[in-house]
């Protein structure tokens, strides 16, 4: 007994097919022929179109305060230092806001979203800064 591919029994798929390709005829080749799907169109559903509000300036979302706080430890000059480093602030800008945290104990830096807000108190924070953040009314 013979394995199938050495059987000479021929498979005829398409009797055009058969014309055009010769190896059909030899015993164990197999072709798939297929049909390409069609492609589809998508359609659109109608549906309900709700109108947005415009929201008013107050309506935004809130803002966080970075706060620092006047402490004992750090020299004036290392915090302008770091307001620079951190806020990208010129010199006179970051001795503005250290003279106010001296002066009146605290001075708002930022009004941020508050994953900006998170940053930068962190930063601060890592230079020894006593920093906090406050959600903005």
Same mark, same amino acid.
């Given at each position: 007994? @013979?394995?199938?591919? %050495?059987?000479? +029994?021929?498979?005829?798929?398409?009797? *055009?097919?058969?014309?055009?390709?010769?190896?059909? *005829?030899?015993p164990g080749?197999?072709? #798939?022929?297929?049909?390409m799907a069609?492609?589809?169109?998508?359609?659109?559903?109608? @549906?309900?179109?709700?109108?947005?509000?415009?929201?008013?300036?107050?309506?935004?979302?809130?803002? #966080?305060?970075?706060?620092?706080?006047?402490?004992?430890?750090?020299?004036? *000059?290392?915090?302008?230092?770091v307001f %620079?480093?951190?806020?990208?602030?010129?010199?006179?800008? +970051?001795?503005?806001?250290?003279? %106010?945290?001296?002066?009146?104990?605290?001075?708002?830096?930022?009004?941020?979203?508050?994953?900006? +807000?998170?940053? #930068?108190?962190?930063?601060?924070?890592?230079?020894?800064?006593?920093?906090?953040?406050?959600? *903005?009314?």
């Amino acid at each position: 007994m @013979g394995s199938p591919l %050495q059987s000479s +029994a021929k498979i005829t798929i398409c009797p *055009d097919l058969d014309s055009k390709f010769h190896l059909l *005829d030899k015993p164990g080749v197999i072709f #798939y022929v297929g049909v390409m799907a069609e492609t589809a169109t998508p359609q659109i559903q109608p @549906g309900i179109v709700e109108p947005t509000e415009d929201k008013p300036k107050s309506g935004l979302e809130p803002g #966080y305060l970075v706060i620092c706080w006047n402490d004992p430890v750090n020299f004036m *000059d290392y915090v302008t230092h770091v307001f %620079q480093v951190v806020f990208g602030w010129p010199r006179k800008k +970051a001795e503005f806001h250290m003279l %106010q945290v001296h002066e009146q104990g605290k001075s708002v830096l930022a009004r941020e979203s508050l994953e900006k +807000a998170e940053h #930068y108190v962190h930063q601060l924070q890592k230079y020894t800064l006593h920093a906090t953040m406050e959600r *903005d009314e």
